[in-house]
C-alpha cells in the first residue's frame, strides 16, 4: 500500500530537486566552456552547496522510514532520470539504445533493492 506520510515522500521531492541542482553543477558549466574554469570550479560549488542543502535534510527525513542503501538507491535512480533529461533538453545529447538499456540494468539492480 502506497504511504502518504511526508516521510515517504518528502526525502523523494527533495532529492529530486537536489539532483536538479547536482546536475547542472556537474554538467551545465559543458554549455558555457568559453568560462575559466576556475571560474566554473566556484560556480559549481555554488551551485552544489543548494543542492546538500536539500540532499542532507532528504537523507535525514527518510531515514526514518528507508534504510541508507534505500535512500542512496532511490538517489541513484533518480539521478539518471534527471540527467538523461538535462542531457537530451539542455546538452542536446541524444541518448541511445545503449543508454537505455544501461540505465534499464541499473533500475533492475535497484528493484533487488526494496525486495524485502
Known amino acids: 500500500m502506497l504511504q502518504l ?16 541542482f547536482m546536475t547542472v553543477a556537474w554538467y551545465g558549466h559543458l554549455k558555457f566552456k568559453s568560462v575559466a574554469l576556475p571560474l566554473v570550479i566556484l560556480a559549481s560549488w555554488g551551485i552544489a552547496f543548494i543542492e546538500y542543502c536539500l540532499a542532507v535534510p532528504a537523507n535525514r527525513i527518510g531515514h526514518a522510514v528507508y534504510s541508507a542503501a534505500e535512500l ?45
Do not use: C, D, M
Open 72 to 116: 542512496k538507491t532511490i538517489q541513484e535512480i533518480i539521478t539518471l532520470i534527471v540527467f538523461a533529461g538535462f542531457s537530451v533538453f539542455v546538452l542536446k545529447e541524444p541518448l541511445g539504445w545503449n543508454h537505455a538499456i544501461g540505465f534499464l540494468l541499473i533500475a533492475l539492480g535497484a528493484a533487488f533493492i526494496f525486495r524485502g
Open 5 to 20: 506520510s511526508p516521510q515517504y515522500y518528502l526525502p523523494i521531492l527533495l532529492l529530486v530537486a537536489s539532483n536538479v
